[in-house]
């Protein structure tokens, strides 16, 4: 089955104009000319992703494809190497842990070990892929408390997209696939209900709230100071799981 050409620009970290996000057509910064990103081109993004056909085309440089051929153009690799890695011939499935990429496993403290020796690194295959679901759920929490907080702020519109953009090159960061798209559908189940959301958007819910709640009680009627809030609380949050002896396994379990 082929990938979807979001996703392709999403692992590969490419930058989204915001309001185009989740659109037939999704605009992004060319990774191929940088034309958009020279001087007094900050509003402009030249490359088009048709989310439909799966295909993309840069309206300046002229590189255009499907959705295999970007992902051999962003990556490097072979257009053939990219055909068998999404098409090729069926193997044994691999364990989520050793699907997880060199940076994922530097985030977690895994990249070394495994490097170092193959063999305890597959041994405790169950216990990477642990700490890698806790270390997601911690930092969706955070990373939803923080788009609950700068989507209901009364602000000027470019302040509230300027710490939108700033969140999205943030969840890029993370390492967590479709960080902020994951964010953006846990936001959207708001219309529907609240009730439905994924319990670490639930969590960061909460934290927002404290956040707000923080900014009236100092005072802080321009919220101004809101966004420095949320990880003071989420770090609180962390700490009272700890002393409250929640353990891995069940914080996973609440996903």
């Keep these: ?4 050409i979001l996703d392709i620009a999403e692992e590969n970290r490419l930058t989204f104009k915001r309001n185009t996000y989740g659109k037939k057509e999704v605009l992004c ?26 295909v993309y085309r840069c309206w300046f440089c002229g590189e255009a494809g499907g959705v295999l051929q970007f992902e051999a153009k962003l990556t490097g690799l072979s257009y053939h190497e990219v055909k068998e890695k999404r098409l090729g011939t069926l193997r044994k499935p691999l364990h989520p842990a050793e ?17 170092k020796d193959r063999q305890a690194f597959k041994q405790k295959r169950e216990d990477v892929l642990l700490d ?17 907080v700068i989507a209901f702020l009364d602000t000027p519109k470019e302040r509230q997209d300027k710490l939108f953009l700033y969140l999205m090159q943030r969840t890029k960061e993370t ?19 609240e009730v439905n959301r994924a319990e670490w ?23 101004e ?8 609380f989420h770090y609180r949050w962390k700490l009272e799981r700890t002393a409250n002896g929640i353990t891995k396994k069940q914080m996973v379990a609440m996903r």
């Design 1 to 4: 089955m082929l990938p979807k």
């Design 29 to 54: 910064k060319c990774p191929f000319c940088h034309e958009d990103e020279k001087p007094g081109k900050t509003k402009k993004f030249y490359l088009s992703l048709n989310t439909h056909d799966q």
């Design 99 to 115: 699907r997880l990429n060199p940076k994922q496993l530097e985030t977690i403290g895994w990249k070394e070990k495994k490097r």
């Design 132 to 148: 890698w679901k806790v270390y997601k759920f911690i930092t969706l929490v955070g990373l939803f408390a923080e788009f609950m």
């Design 175 to 193: 390492q967590i696939d479709h960080a902020f798209s994951r964010l953006l559908d846990e936001y959207a189940k708001e219309e529907v209900n």
């Design 201 to 223: 958007a639930k969590e960061g819910t909460k934290i927002a709230r404290m956040a707000w709640k923080a900014s009236y009680k100092t005072y802080d009627f321009s919220l």
């Design 225 to 232: 100071k809101i966004v420095l809030y949320v990880p003071f």
